[in-house]
């Protein structure tokens, strides 16, 4: 079935160090694929997108590029800062009727300053 | 700029009562879900829906009933709550297109003892 296998955490970096998260899926078809980020006690937040092979999405610094070939949708920002501490989460949308998100089990990342 | 709200934020039930867990949304979004997080996991689909009048089981029902009588609101309803239910809620909501953001509410914390 369709899923999605991201990085285990929990990682932790020094502020300015580059962030790579990783993560593959399985899916039918050609799903799009978010990155949600959860701060601590609050609900998930889109932090980027992607709806078709090639694209890259991008926001606030992070980056990810939608790779059809490795099915591979990772992560990765430059230079993080001690706000970026949150849980990231991958996730694939289905297509075709009810357009639901399947998530991966999120990272765990906590900057340092 | 309400979006996605749900009520109540935390709850604790003991085991065998019944409870509602309200989500209401302000954006005019045809699809509404419902998952669970539990920790150091991925959210899992409960149930759906595509629009007032209808639903739809996801990946984790048993337990769980829904109703969208209004496209605004869409309410889930734990009969007979039992430990495995405690988790984080969350409420979400989408408009129809492909690729298209979904919206999370803040989440509902649910301890069942």
């Known amino acids: 079935g369709d899923s999605v296998t991201q990085m285990e955490g929990p990682v932790t970096l020094s502020e300015e160090a580059f962030l790579t998260i990783n993560c593959t899926y399985t899916a039918t078809g050609y799903p799009s694929l978010f990155w949600y980020v959860q701060y601590p006690g609050e609900g998930l937040q889109l932090l980027l997108k992607a709806t078709k092979a090639d694209d890259k999405g991008s926001n606030k610094g992070f980056e990810a590029t939608y790779r059809k070939e490795t099915t591979s949708f990772h992560l990765e920002k430059g230079s993080v800062q001690v706000s970026d501490s949150a849980v990231y989460f991958c996730?694939?949308?289905?297509?075709?009727?009810?357009?639901?998100?399947?998530f991966g089990k999120g990272t765990k990342l906590t900057v340092n300053p | 700029n309400a979006g996605v709200t749900q009520t109540p934020k935390f709850r604790i039930l003991k085991i065998g009562q019944s409870m509602t867990l309200q989500c209401t949304q302000d954006?005019?979004?045809?699809?509404m879900y419902w998952y669970r997080q539990d920790p150091g996991m991925g959210l899992k689909l409960i149930y759906y829906s595509v629009g007032a009048g209808i639903t739809d089981k996801g990946e984790v029902p048993n337990g769980y009933n829904v109703s969208r009588s209004t496209t605004e609101d869409f309410p889930l309803r734990l009969e007979l709550a039992a430990p495995s239910q405690t988790s984080v809620y969350f409420c979400?909501?989408?408009?129809?297109?492909?690729?298209?953001?979904?919206?999370f509410g803040e989440g509902s914390w649910l301890t069942v003892v």
């Open positions: 996730a694939l949308q289905l297509q075709g009727g009810s357009e639901k998100l399947v």
């Open positions: 979400a909501s989408s408009y129809v297109t492909p690729g298209n953001t979904i919206y």
């Open positions: 954006m005019n979004h045809n699809y």
